[in-house]
Every structure is written in structure tokens, then in C-alpha cells.
């Protein structure tokens, strides 16, 4: 027989580890890799602290599932979904466009360059900007660059993507309201892709 007390509660009892890591990634996304801790997550999620230690064992296992979930979601929002257009120059169009629009994104991966020297952190801001850089690189490419040419814009880009994010998130820019953002993409867009 189930009891109200142990209904109301057995919600929070389920938590899987996808809700640490996703809860991991809001407090990573507010204030920076040092302030994900299991207490403070535990008292936002409404369960004790033991609840954590049936999906992890400790503090860096959450940080590492969390920072691979949002790699997995970045890649398949946005790297996966702007590979397969055939024109370069739309698929460059298209993958700033989607960098552009995801705010919770950016906000994680500009706490992770912050902390890019943490050992969880380095390989994958490694791996990240290899496969974005590769990405540009070739589209670039495929755009008529020579192949050097097409390097050099593709590190341009990508420098302009992560001074942006650095900018506004960690040195007090103001923040742009929603038209200035969208005419700053579009500059963006007029300026570093052929037309």
C-alpha cells in the first residue's frame, strides 16, 4: 500500500543521473566549474546528498558526465545538423547562425574556457575546438580558399565565436538586447563569408 508521504516523495527518489548532470550544468552555465558542488545541487534538486552516490562517486565523475552530456548536445545541435548542407557558404551561414541562438550553450562554454586548464576541462575544449575548427576549415575550403587561406579564416571565425563569449560573459560587456544581436551575427556573417 502506498502512503501520501511516500508518493509526494517518490518523484525525487528517481532522479536519474541525467538530472545531477543537467542540474550540474545550470550551476556550470551561472557561475563557473568551482561552483558545482553535490550539496548546493542536492538542495536545488530537493533530495539528500546520498541520492548523488547512487549515480556517481564523487564530485569529478558528475563534472565529467555533465561536461560530456553537453558536448554530446552541442555536437548533435549544432555540428551534426549544419554537416550535411551541401553549399559551404550556407553551411557557414547556417552553423553561426545556431551558435548564435544557443544561450544556455555558450554560457557553459564560456565557463569551460574559463576553466580550460582543469584536467576534466582541457581535452574537451581540445576536442571541441579541433572538430569546430576542422569544420570551418573545410567549409572554408570547399568555399575556394586555399587550403592555408581557409585555415587562417577558419581560426579568424573561431576566435571571433570565443572573444565574443569571453566578453560578454566574464569582462562586463554590456549585454546586447535582441536586434543588436542579431544585426552583430548578420555583420559577422557579411564579414567572414564570401558571398
Do not use: C
Not at 83 to 90: G, L, Q, T, Y
Amino acid at each position: 500500500m502506498t502512503t501520501a508521504a511516500s508518493t509526494t516523495s517518490e518523484p525525487r527518489a528517481r532522479l536519474s543521473a541525467a538530472d545531477w548532470e543537467t542540474a550540474a550544468l545550470d550551476v556550470l552555465a551561472r557561475s563557473g566549474l568551482g561552483a558545482v558542488a553535490v550539496e548546493s545541487i542536492a538542495r536545488a534538486l530537493g533530495v539528500t546528498k546520498g541520492s548523488f552516490y547512487w549515480h556517481f562517486a564523487n564530485r569529478e565523475a558528475l563534472v565529467k558526465a555533465a561536461i560530456e552530456r553537453w558536448e554530446r548536445r552541442d555536437e548533435d545541435d549544432v555540428l551534426r545538423q549544419v554537416e550535411p548542407i551541401a553549399d559551404p557558404r550556407e553551411r557557414l551561414r547556417e552553423l553561426f547562425r545556431r551558435v548564435g541562438g544557443e544561450a544556455q550553450s555558450h554560457l557553459i562554454y564560456a565557463a569551460l574556457l574559463q576553466a580550460s586548464d582543469h584536467p576534466l576541462v582541457q581535452p574537451v575544449i581540445e576536442r571541441i575546438s579541433r572538430r569546430r575548427l576542422d569544420l570551418l576549415t573545410e567549409a572554408y575550403r570547399q568555399a575556394g580558399f586555399e587550403p592555408r587561406a581557409a585555415s587562417h579564416r577558419a581560426r579568424l571565425a573561431y576566435t571571433a565565436y570565443t572573444g565574443f563569449l569571453q566578453l560578454h560573459q566574464h569582462h562586463g560587456m554590456p549585454r546586447m538586447d535582441h536586434d543588436d544581436f542579431e544585426a552583430y551575427v548578420a555583420h559577422v556573417i557579411e564579414t567572414l563569408i564570401p558571398g
